[in-house]
């Protein structure tokens, strides 16, 4: 009874959906000249918006990974640009190399956001600020204010080599870039196993660079 009643629902639905087209359909066929010369002039104008943003964004470095040297840049960056991702790091972290193959892939592709990255022990007060403990950390930025973070890669499968794919939708969960995927699913889900570093385990360090026994792959300061 429950099922008929649910297949009557998606019935009406499709019916509701197929004349709303059939009705657009039928709209834009009896469009005389002037409405389509109105249509296209609208279409030319967005065009021409698109054009000008996507100049405007990359005169602003947009497109690029880039590192920016300290704390004041860090803010700079938040005020010029609507949506920022920047990764702090550090150079013995081997993970954070992963995070910059990924990111410097990402760039180009989403010239809405400004990719960045800056080097956690040259920012320590930002670092305090932002409450940022385990590197590498993603800090992702809108509007000036901080709506979310990676930290590690437990969001991202839990290993070393998740695909690029799974970074960009984990950082569209926080709306900082377009996506037109699925936001809910995951690119690659069912990754349980845990593997170590493809260039062997390395052994956790403070960032002062003190060995420590934790299991955690990831640098703690």
Same mark, same amino acid.
């Given at each position: 009874?429950?099922?008929?009643?649910?297949?009557?629902?998606?019935?009406?639905?499709?019916?509701?959906?197929?004349?709303?087209?059939? $009705?657009?359909?039928?709209?834009?066929?009896? *469009?005389?000249?002037?409405? *389509?010369? =109105?249509?296209?002039?609208?279409? *030319?104008?967005? *065009?021409?918006?698109?054009?000008?943003?996507?100049?405007?964004?990359?005169?602003?470095?947009?497109?690029?990974?880039?590192?920016?040297?300290?704390?004041? #840049?860090?803010?700079?960056?938040?005020?010029?640009?609507?949506?920022?991702?920047?990764?702090?790091?550090?150079? #013995?972290?081997?993970?954070?190399?992963?995070?910059?193959?990924?990111?410097?892939?990402? #760039?180009?592709?989403?010239?809405?956001?400004?990719?960045?990255?800056?080097? $956690?022990?040259?920012?320590?007060?930002?670092?305090?600020?932002?409450?940022?403990?385990?590197?590498? #950390?993603?800090?992702?930025?809108?509007?000036?204010?901080?709506?979310?973070?990676? =930290?590690?890669?437990?969001?991202?499968?839990?290993?070393?080599?998740?695909?690029?794919?799974?970074?960009?939708?984990?950082? $569209?969960?926080?709306?900082?870039?377009?996506?037109?995927?699925?936001?809910?699913?995951?690119?690659? $889900?069912?990754?349980?196993?845990?593997?170590?570093?493809?260039?062997?385990?390395?052994?956790?360090?403070?960032?002062?660079?003190?060995?420590?026994?934790?299991?955690?792959?990831?640098?703690?300061?």
């Amino acid at each position: 009874m429950a099922e008929n009643i649910i297949e009557q629902h998606l019935l009406q639905a499709t019916k509701v959906v197929e004349s709303q087209v059939d $009705a657009e359909i039928e709209r834009l066929a009896n *469009m005389d000249q002037d409405e *389509m010369d =109105v249509l296209r002039q609208r279409r *030319m104008d967005a *065009m021409k918006r698109e054009a000008t943003q996507k100049q405007e964004w990359l005169q602003q470095g947009h497109g690029q990974y880039s590192e920016i040297p300290d704390e004041r #840049a860090f803010f700079d960056e938040c005020k010029k640009s609507k949506n920022l991702i920047c990764h702090f790091y550090r150079d #013995a972290t081997f993970r954070c190399k992963i995070v910059d193959k990924h990111l410097t892939l990402l #760039a180009p592709k989403h010239l809405e956001t400004k990719f960045v990255k800056i080097d $956690a022990e040259k920012c320590k007060f930002l670092v305090e600020r932002l409450r940022i403990v385990v590197l590498p #950390a993603i800090c992702l930025v809108k509007n000036g204010k901080t709506v979310d973070y990676v =930290v590690g890669f437990d969001d991202l499968g839990g290993t070393d080599d998740f695909p690029t794919e799974m970074l960009e939708w984990r950082i $569209a969960r926080a709306d900082v870039i377009n996506y037109s995927g699925d936001l809910l699913t995951p690119p690659v $889900a069912g990754q349980s196993k845990k593997p170590s570093s493809i260039l062997g385990r390395e052994q956790k360090k403070t960032i002062r660079g003190k060995a420590d026994d934790d299991s955690s792959d990831e640098d703690d300061w």
